[in-house]
């Protein structure tokens, strides 16, 4: 099976644009994550979608949205850039056992760039 | 906040030696997760180990949970250079939410 796969890997972006990255999940996985990394706070949870609903939602601001297609595919799209958005963000994909996600598969990550 | 903490921040090896590092955790978890993340890429799921098992193999890998001291370890044995990462225990909260530590950057030289 294919993996996780993201688009676009690199992007450079100028404070207050929006941008939007996609993802799409392993086949047959129903619930996506999204997370960002930085080097000053590490790997934080941003939300979880599941059947197009979002289950679960992170500390971020509401710049920071995202919704889920019917094929699994999800999209986070993040408005008014601010240079601390700078970060590689990752989604991960997991089939669902039972009533919690078992294990997440990770994309190789979207790099974001704001200047 | 993260619920991981693993230790120690940084560790360097040479080729053939054991790896070990460890990771501390603050609340009851149904399970525990260990990833690899090579240069600021995506991360690789290396084991998942549930609340009641106590040691689990996959390779060269050996992870242990002691849920009464709410902590876990990863040990690699015989380590080789592709092994230079970092190493993320993750522990899962709701609905796909997986907390991360701050990660153990691991250097093998050959």
């Known amino acids: 099976k294919a993996g996780v796969t993201q688009t676009p890997r690199y992007l450079i972006k100028t404070r207050g644009q929006q941008v939007t990255l996609s993802c799409s999940p392993i086949s047959g996985h129903r619930s996506v994550s999204w997370y960002q990394q930085t080097p000053g706070q590490g790997l934080q949870f941003l939300f979880e979608y599941f059947s197009e609903t979002q289950r679960n939602k992170g500390n971020f601001p509401g710049r920071f949205s995202g919704r889920q297609f019917s094929n699994s595919r999800s999209e986070m799209n993040v408005s008014t850039l601010e240079l601390g958005d700078s970060a590689l963000y990752l989604c991960?994909?997991?089939?669902?056992?039972?009533?919690?996600?078992?294990?997440?598969?990770f994309g190789p990550g979207t790099r974001l760039t704001v200047l | 906040s993260q619920q991981g903490e693993e230790d120690p921040q940084a560790l360097s090896i040479q080729e053939g030696e054991n790896a070990t590092m460890n990771c501390s955790y603050k609340t009851s978890i149904n399970n525990l997760q260990w990833y690899r993340q090579n240069s600021g890429r995506g991360l690789v799921h290396l084991i998942l180990i549930r609340s009641n098992e106590r040691e689990k193999h996959s390779g060269r890998l050996r992870v242990t949970l002691d849920t009464s001291k709410k902590s876990s370890s990863l040990l690699i044995t015989a380590s080789r250079a592709a092994d230079t990462a970092s190493y993320f225990c993750a522990t899962e909260g709701s609905w796909g939410k997986l907390q991360f530590g701050a990660g153990t950057q691991v250097v093998v030289t050959p």
């Open positions: 991960a994909s997991s089939l669902i056992a039972g009533n919690f996600p078992d294990t997440q598969y």
